[in-house]
């Protein structure tokens, strides 16, 4: 089992952790979590509501110092790296809630977050859309999110399926290592649906991907790895067949709708 | 909005209209300079304001700071305006570099606190150290050399609203790049949404901090060129009222627009000058009344007078 605290790091994980533990006051909101994200891998982090996933992207991104327990990203210590200095490193996240830059159009935000992975965001004398560079890849990347015919838009006018694309291309354009994907298709309505997720699904097989997610269709269809979380702490790990079949994960789910229909 | 940051026509016509001004107009010349001066100093706060969402009430103190020590400099070291001016520029940007820090945490709240009380603490400062600065009397007796060598100020504050508008257009040009740079638009990303733009590894308070300073640097140099065109400073240059001006010329001009602080600056000063010659003593109640109309009616309807009448109005 690779989620015990002493595991060593295998060489082809990309972000590990072990022993992870965040208390809150009394409460341990993540306890003991040991995980392994493969090379290229699409691993969804799933579990009912208060499982503790929020808190976990947290401690991964440097949002939030762990009480306890170590994280490595591609075998470095980055328990105590700053959260910006994370990204730069290849680790980076997507929110649950958009968060955009509603005043700039999707081609300027682009524009700044690739200049910024290039290193020039620092310049202020040559103007935004001047390096022919960073033009092209900013093309690209409004092409794979379909985003090219409102590039020039204000983003705040954007239909909320737009957004949630915009979201994704940000992160992606930060050409990060390792993806943490925060619920997606969380609340797009039916038909800009499909757009987003033949576009979640086609995003660069070498890129890792952490998935949280509440829509079983989504992570059934898209993870080969799986992670069920109860109360911080890990349930059981296995690729999707066998968490289908886990008798745990099915008394976790029904017992949390039962509980559900009491209340 | 246009980002690529390329000149219009308009704009070429506008600064050559603004530096002939002087010399056409010769009795508006001291008017002129004054416009000059406020415009730089509103460019330079819509700097933090308007692009980086960094709200101050204490913006005063670098334009008073600017304004205090090109004046000891002229009076102590040496009378020439350019090298004057150069220490006004340092003032402002050294005491940006030494509050920064004061507003890189907190909320909206504590930082037009700390702003706040930055003004204070310089204008009590101002007032204590009346061996240096002369005190309440204000300090006095600045006297400046030529200009270039060659220019001497006139009494008509011709070659001064000269000199303050080319400085004007050269700190404008270089905060127009600024603001459409890629550093521009990590500026506005942080306005925008701080949170993400942390994600995106950007270290929000380094940045911050340098936009600070530049602010604070372009306010001193305003601060500076009042002081050498009108030969003298005063406590009031601190005081909370500079800095609630220069934020109204923003708002009536336009924040996150470089021309909001221009424009503003020409409206504000000519309403002055022109309800202060019919109602001394009132003249702040018509400012005041021009204000409420023109945030409840809104800027866009309000230069667009046929659209008052429409409901709900064209998004």
């Not at chain 2, 204070?120 to 009346?130: C, G, Q, S, V």
Request: aromatic share 8%; glycine share 10%.
């Amino acid at each position: 089992m690779s989620n015990l605290p002493d595991t060593p790091i295998s060489p082809d994980s990309v972000l590990s952790t072990r022993g992870l533990v965040k208390r809150f006051g009394g409460i341990a909101a993540t306890n003991n979590v040991s995980l392994d994200l493969r090379q290229g891998a699409r691993h969804a982090l799933i579990g009912p509501n208060g499982a503790g996933k929020t808190t976990l992207i947290n401690l991964l991104t440097g949002v939030l110092q762990p009480s306890e327990g170590r994280i490595f990203l591609q075998g470095e210590d980055i328990t105590h790296l700053p959260a910006h200095l994370r990204v730069r490193r290849g680790l980076v996240r997507t929110f649950q809630i958009n968060q955009l830059f509603d005043t700039l159009s999707p081609r300027d935000t682009l524009r700044m977050v690739v200049s910024h992975h290039v290193g020039l965001s620092g310049k202020w004398w040559p103007s935004l859309g001047a390096n022919a560079q960073v033009n092209t890849r900013c093309d690209a990347l409004l092409k794979q999110f379909h985003l090219s015919e409102v590039a020039d838009r204000p983003t705040r006018i954007l239909a909320y399926g737009k957004r949630r694309l915009l979201e994704i291309a940000i992160a992606l354009a930060c050409e990060p290592r390792v993806l943490l994907l925060d619920e997606p298709v969380a609340g797009v309505p039916a038909g800009e649906r499909e757009e987003l997720l033949q576009t979640v699904a086609a995003l660069p097989a070498d890129v890792s991907i952490v998935l949280i997610e509440h829509d079983m269709d989504l992570v059934f269809s898209f993870a080969n790895r799986m992670t069920v979380l109860v109360n911080g702490t890990v349930l059981t790990e296995g690729d999707p067949q066998q968490i289908a079949n886990d008798p745990q994960v099915k008394a976790v789910y029904l017992g949390h709708e039962a509980e559900v229909g009491h209340g | 909005m246009n980002r690529d940051g390329r000149w219009k026509y308009w704009e070429f016509v506008l600064w050559a209209v603004a530096l002939a001004a002087p010399w056409v107009l010769p009795s508006y010349a001291l008017l002129l300079n004054e416009i000059a001066i406020v415009a730089l100093f509103a460019v330079s706060l819509d700097l933090i304001l308007g692009y980086s969402g960094i709200v101050s009430l204490g913006h005063a103190a670098f334009f008073g700071f600017g304004a205090y020590s090109a004046a000891l400099f002229a009076k102590l070291v040496m009378p020439d305006p350019l090298v004057g001016l150069f220490i006004g520029a340092l003032a402002g940007g050294v005491l940006a570099a030494l509050a920064s820090p004061t507003i890189l945490r907190g909320t909206d709240l504590s930082r037009l606190m700390v702003t706040l009380g930055l003004g204070l603490i310089l204008m009590e400062l101002a007032n204590k150290l009346d061996w240096l600065t002369g005190g309440a009397d204000g300090l006095q007796g600045v006297v400046m050399g030529p200009l270039l060598g060659r220019f001497e100020f006139d009494l008509y504050g011709q070659v001064a609203a000269s000199y303050s508008g080319i400085v004007l257009l050269l700190l404008f040009v270089v905060a127009r790049r600024l603001v459409h740079s890629p550093f521009g638009a990590t500026l506005m990303a942080i306005r925008d949404n701080r949170l993400r733009t942390m994600a995106i590894g950007i270290s929000v308070s380094s940045r911050l901090a340098i936009i600070y300073m530049v602010a604070g640097t372009m306010a001193g140099v305003a601060g500076a060129l009042l002081a050498q065109t009108s030969g003298f400073a005063s406590l009031d240059l601190f005081e909370l009222h500079r800095s609630a001006d220069v934020m109204l010329v923003l708002v009536i001009g336009g924040t996150g627009w470089l021309y909001g602080g221009v424009v503003g600056a020409l409206v504000f000063e000519i309403m002055q000058k022109f309800l202060s010659s019919i109602t001394p003593q009132y003249w702040t109640f018509w400012i005041g009344l021009f204000l409420v109309v023109l945030v409840l009616v809104g800027r866009e309807r309000m230069v667009r007078p046929w659209t008052w009448f429409y409901r709900g109005g064209k998004q």
